[in-house]
């Protein structure tokens, strides 16, 4: 571990301005990834800004057609939220299959989300549903948020306050998942809503999480599991590690996508 300065911010502007201050800072949410990255020293930020006891980055709320999730939510609230069990029972099961207990009690959507892991959860529900990414500066549309593996468009001095996502009429999360970190081989996310079909895949782009349009367009006509049937993806835009070979990972977005769509059903 390299030497760094810590801060507790105490307020959503006091983080920014000492991420602004300060030129290598980072936010510092559950510190799952965080921490044992730069225990690793395979990161070296100057110095860690805590957003940790900012009452403003916490809570889940339902308004109207929208579910808003404070940045420093974390996984086990979500898992144990009725609100969403109500509204969005997808995020439960997703919450519910990230890492293991002690994970979700310190892992936070916030943290996920910026992190953009090419295997992570909730960036696939954020493009699976068309929410919006709330941050210290803008409002940023899910679809344009992901750029690349670990890389948002999120700037250096800008935080994730909330993510905004617009309650559908039936989504699914199914995950095909590595059984030691339990982050996702192949994961989909399919929802039906506001926004038309959607399909988001996790686990096995080349590029990170990315929608599928061919399986969307199949969808719109008919939301059934047979609709996708001839719909096969192109290995050379998968990825290929220890735990599976592109090939396989393009199998499995067509498998996994017509689990998530009967369990839509
Ligand atoms: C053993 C293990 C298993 C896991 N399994 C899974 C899994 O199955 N599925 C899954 O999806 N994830 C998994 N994770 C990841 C975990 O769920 C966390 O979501 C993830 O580590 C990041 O969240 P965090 O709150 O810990 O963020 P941190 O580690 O604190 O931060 C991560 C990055 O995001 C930045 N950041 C944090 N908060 C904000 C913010 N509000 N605004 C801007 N930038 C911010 C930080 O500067 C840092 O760059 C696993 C992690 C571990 C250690």
């Given at each position: 571990m390299y030497d760094f300065e810590f801060a507790r911010a105490q307020s959503v502007t006091d983080a920014v301005a000492r991420l602004k201050a300060t030129e290598g800072a980072k936010p510092l949410a559950g510190g799952m990834t965080l921490l044992p990255t730069i225990k690793l020293r395979l990161a070296k930020p100057s110095a860690l800004v805590d957003l940790g006891?900012?009452?403003?980055?916490?809570?889940?709320?339902?308004?109207?057609?929208?579910?808003?999730?404070?940045?420093?939510?974390?996984?086990?609230?979500v898992l144990r939220s009725p609100d969403i069990a109500k509204t969005i029972p997808a995020?439960?099961?997703?919450?519910?299959?990230?890492?293991?207990?002690?994970?979700?009690?310190?892992?936070?959507?916030?943290?996920?989300?910026?992190?953009?892991d090419p295997a992570a959860d909730y960036p696939a529900a954020c493009l699976g549903l068309g929410a919006t990414i709330v941050t210290s500066k803008r409002e940023i549309p899910a679809?344009?948020?992901?750029?690349?593996?670990?890389?948002?468009?999120?700037?250096?001095?800008?935080?994730?306050?909330?993510?905004?996502?617009?309650?559908?009429?039936r989504a699914a999360y199914v995950k095909f998942k590595n059984p030691a970190s339990r982050y996702a081989i192949v994961?989909?996310?399919?929802?039906?809503?506001?926004?038309?079909?959607?399909?988001?895949?996790?686990?096995?782009?080349?590029?990170?999480?990315?929608?599928?349009?061919?399986?969307?367009?199949?969808?719109?006509?008919?939301?059934?599991?047979?609709?996708?049937?001839?719909i096969r993806l192109d290995p050379g835009n998968m990825m290929s590690d220890i735990h599976a070979s592109s090939e396989y990972r393009a199998h499995l977005v067509g498998v996994i996508t017509r689990r998530a769509v009967a369990a839509c059903l």
């Open positions: 006891r900012l009452p403003d980055l916490k809570g889940i709320d339902v308004a109207g057609a929208t579910v808003t999730i404070k940045a420093m939510t974390r996984h086990a609230d995020l439960v099961t997703l919450a519910g299959g990230i890492g293991d207990v002690q994970v979700r009690h310190r892992g936070t959507i916030g943290g996920s989300v910026a992190n953009n679809d344009a948020f992901f750029v690349a593996l670990f890389t948002t468009a999120l700037e250096p001095d800008e935080i994730i306050t909330a993510i905004r996502f617009p309650i559908p009429e994961g989909a996310f399919v929802s039906k809503g506001p926004q038309g079909v959607r399909v988001a895949i996790t686990g096995a782009g080349d590029n990170g999480v990315f929608r599928v349009s061919p399986m969307e367009a199949a969808l719109t006509k008919d939301f059934a599991p047979k609709a996708i049937e001839g």
